[in-house]
């Protein structure tokens, strides 16, 4: 396997990880606001939330993909590869996230939450500096999971369009006839990225440890 | 009462669709020259038609379609997916025409609106070179044999099978690629595709792979695909005498030889296909 091959991969990798991350953090702010709908206790929000949690979760990514892309032109919304790919991840991760907030929510012990309300702090004040800070670091291994997760899920969106790690090294080991070093290379490519999040990932989950001991 | 109400808004949600839809209407030929783009879709695992070639898009059509490009003084903007989601994504609007290409069937052409053919697509067998077991095309009968999933050629096989003493026993492919790589694994004993593709292969592999002949099946040609919607139409026109075009002066012939070794005489319009 030559240098030029295995630089495509790696140009091909930055592309995976681009769209990732930029899908991780959209679906972060879309689950902050589905899990703040759900704990709102008001119905025309947390049915709304139920709604898009169950869809996101129960649809599988490759489908969602194909009906952004394919679908949406047909009510005349007509959005290229790149757009369909990073709402496709965004949509379903949120979902997810949505979920791991929950649990992180429901995590936050009840006396913090009364002993915050006798000190005379509002709710909003309670939710910005106990129950969000908790139930953020109680959720953060499970982001980092999610994180993994979203980036090994992104080789799907080549059904859009989208030249990714996984395309890249189908399209090379086919016109190369060389499977076996290019999938490894590939392989390995996936494993070093998500090595690294997972290492930041850690370091991230100490400080924050650190932060609101 | 209340299904005359639904009947009803069922009625105005048409017609408000319809009008959406034609307020859209729209000459695609005026469009790609006014943006000096023609966006074309296709598949790039289906050589030496359109393949990656160490991360390089090429093959008959990248070629075909830079010509017709400097000819109608446009870009090319190739969209890249895979086989099973190029004909939805076109009838979506994602891009202006494919360049596939694609067998021309009697489905197709009711559907589609197929251009005059380019090359021949007759089926024909590649086996692993060295394998006696298979001389003839009825020698796969009873046998595993891969082809692509959702293609003409499928049909063809399905059609063969069923005339021989034993059935074959058909492996279906998201990508030939991933048949072709079976095929060198030693899961199936041999891969159905049109002869341009498989005689490519066996070219390209040097050694490994057979091609079986005679082909088998109806005689078909491969068109390029646009839709049959009346924004189209112009467009569709200008590819088809764009390939009798280039069938006259002979770059066509040209590119035929230049990526399957052969020319191929191909009729001036859509003939009807037998299946």
């Avoid at chain 2, 341009?196 to 390209?204: E, H, L, S």
């Avoid at chain 2, 099946?217 to 112009?234: C, E, L, M, P, V």
Wanted: a neutral charge; one cysteine or more; aromatic letters at 8%.
């Amino acid at each position: 396997m030559t240098l030029k091959l295995f630089t495509l991969l790696l140009e091909a990798a930055l592309s995976t990880l681009g769209i990732s991350l930029v899908s991780i953090a959209i679906g972060f702010v879309i689950a902050m606001l589905l899990s703040a709908g759900m704990q709102s206790g008001k119905s025309i929000y947390i049915l709304p939330a139920r709604l898009f949690i169950s869809f996101f979760r129960g649809v599988p990514l490759l489908v969602q993909l194909l009906l952004i892309y394919t679908l949406l032109p047909v009510i005349g919304i007509n959005v290229p590869g790149i757009v369909a790919a990073i709402v496709g991840l965004s949509l379903c991760t949120a979902a997810y996230q949505a979920e791991n907030l929950r649990g992180g929510f429901e995590g936050v012990p009840r006396g913090l939450i009364e002993a915050a309300d006798v000190a005379g702090f509002s709710a909003t004040q309670t939710f910005l500096r106990i129950r969000a800070p908790i139930a953020l670091r109680l959720t953060f291994p499970a982001l980092v999971n999610e994180a993994i997760m979203i980036l090994k899920s992104s080789s799907l969106v080549s059904v859009v369009g989208i030249i990714e790690l996984t395309k890249m090294a189908q399209d090379l080991a086919s016109s190369t006839y060389l499977p076996l070093p290019i999938f490894a290379s590939a392989a390995l490519i996936y494993f070093v990225i998500n090595s690294v999040i997972a290492l930041l990932g850690r370091y991230a989950e100490k400080s924050l440890k650190g932060a609101t001991a | 009462m209340l299904k005359r109400q639904f009947m009803k808004a069922a009625a105005v949600g048409a017609m408000l669709l319809a009008t959406s839809l034609s307020a859209h209407a729209d000459d695609i030929l005026a469009k790609v020259k006014a943006a000096g783009v023609l966006k074309v879709g296709t598949e790039t695992a289906f050589a030496p038609f359109d393949f990656i070639d160490a991360g390089e898009h090429k093959g008959l059509n990248v070629d075909f379609f830079a010509e017709l490009g400097k000819d109608l003084g446009v870009k090319i903007e190739w969209v890249e997916l895979p086989w099973d989601s190029v004909l939805p994504s076109l009838e979506a609007g994602k891009f202006d025409i494919v360049a596939g290409p694609a067998t021309i069937t009697k489905a197709r052409i009711a559907r589609y609106r197929m251009t005059a053919p380019i090359a021949e697509a007759s089926v024909a067998i590649l086996k692993k070179a060295g394998d006696s077991s298979i001389t003839k095309p009825a020698d796969i009968a009873g046998k595993a044999v891969g082809v692509g999933k959702a293609t003409a050629q499928l049909e063809q096989l399905k059609e063969y099978s069923a005339k021989l003493p034993e059935k074959v026993n058909i492996k279906e492919y998201v990508s030939f690629n991933d048949a072709y790589a079976d095929l060198a694994a030693g899961r199936i004993v041999a891969v159905a595709n049109s002869l341009p593709n498989i005689a490519f292969v066996a070219k390209q592999r040097n050694g490994a792979f057979e091609v079986v002949t005679p082909s088998f099946g109806a005689k078909t040609y491969f068109g390029f695909i646009g839709t049959k919607d009346d924004d189209h139409k112009t467009l569709v026109d200008y590819v088809d005498n764009e390939i009798i075009a280039m069938k006259k002066d002979g770059r066509l012939a040209k590119l035929q030889e230049k990526w399957f070794g052969t020319s191929f005489d191909t009729p001036d319009s859509v003939p009807n296909p037998e299946f």
